[in-house]
């Protein structure tokens, strides 16, 4: 089994991929129990025209059209980003068994930063939650975007 590390470099590739895109660089990839990538994605709601098309999403929605399930159960969601509360209700909904996050998002963060809607108790789903891996690395592509924008 590869580590946290060697998927989390997975997601921040597709962050990149999204950052030549011209989005908003946040990347996320779904590792099945066998360790194999199943999913991948990254931010595209202005190329998709689609304001669900976060990175968490878009891996969700191609793990599920790969393994033929909407639940991913076993299944395992690295993202650069903290995810935000649409994205949790997506990940909650998949019945993922873990997410690991890079950077925390000041601004919209639910597990960390605005609230923790993986720890309310009416959720029939455990998600086991993890972050700070390779925290400076996503968070240097999300300044250097901004950074860029704001000339």
Same mark, same amino acid.
């Given at each position: 089994? +590869?580590? &946290?590390? /060697?998927?989390m470099?997975r997601?921040? &590739?597709q962050a990149?991929?999204?950052?030549?895109?011209? !989005?908003? $660089?946040?990347?996320a990839?779904?590792? &099945?129990?066998a360790?194999?990538?199943? @999913?991948?994605?990254?931010?595209?709601? #202005?190329?998709?025209? &689609? $304001?669900?098309?976060?990175? %968490?999403?878009?891996?969700? +929605?191609e793990?599920?059209?790969? #393994? @033929?399930?909407?639940?991913l159960?076993?299944?395992?969601?690295? *993202?650069t980003? !903290?995810p935000?509360?649409?994205?949790? @209700?997506?990940?909650?909904?998949?019945?993922?068994?873990?997410?690991?996050?890079?950077?925390?998002? $000041?601004?919209?963060?639910?597990?960390?930063?605005?609230?923790?809607?993986?720890? =309310? $108790?009416? /959720?029939?789903?455990?998600? *086991? *939650? %993890?972050?700070?891996? #390779?925290?400076? =690395?996503?968070s240097?592509?999300?300044k250097?975007? /901004?950074?860029? +924008?704001? @000339?």
């Amino acid at each position: 089994m +590869r580590s &946290d590390e /060697f998927y989390m470099h997975r997601a921040l &590739d597709q962050a990149r991929l999204g950052l030549a895109a011209g !989005e908003v $660089p946040v990347g996320a990839v779904v590792v &099945d129990a066998a360790g194999e990538i199943v @999913g991948a994605g990254f931010n595209a709601p #202005l190329g998709c025209h &689609d $304001p669900s098309a976060h990175a %968490e999403v878009q891996a969700l +929605r191609e793990a599920g059209a790969r #393994l @033929g399930n909407y639940r991913l159960e076993g299944c395992t969601l690295y *993202v650069t980003l !903290e995810p935000c509360v649409m994205c949790t @209700g997506a990940i909650l909904h998949a019945r993922l068994a873990r997410v690991v996050y890079g950077a925390a998002e $000041p601004r919209s963060g639910m597990v960390e930063s605005k609230a923790n809607l993986f720890a =309310q $108790p009416w /959720f029939p789903h455990r998600v *086991v *939650v %993890e972050g700070g891996l #390779l925290a400076a =690395q996503a968070s240097r592509l999300l300044k250097a975007f /901004f950074a860029e +924008r704001r @000339g």
